[in-house]
């Protein structure tokens, strides 16, 4: 008998900010907080998670926490 791997490959797509997230193929999600996100990418494979962000921006609401709640939060624009 043989052991295959079976890993699942999860492709996240976001719909707010693509371009200022992360993305992999894993399923958890990591906010940097003031941490540049690229630090921590670094360290990290990209089936380890699937998005890294900051949890804020200079600007309000971080795109992470878009993601999560949508439009729904307030931001400073």
Known sequence: ?????????FEYKPL???NQL???TG???IVSGWTV???IGKHLQPQEYAAIA??????G???LTLEIFG???PTVW
Request: net charge positive.
């Open 54 to 59: 900051p949890s804020k921006t200079k600007r």
């Open 27 to 29: 399923q958890t999600a």
């Open 1 to 9: 008998m043989t052991a295959t791997n079976l890993v699942n490959k």
């Open 22 to 24: 992360i993305c992999g």
């Open 61 to 63: 609401t971080g795109p």
């Open 37 to 39: 996100k690229s630090a």
């Open 16 to 18: 707010y900010k693509p």
């Open 71 to 73: 439009k729904s939060v």
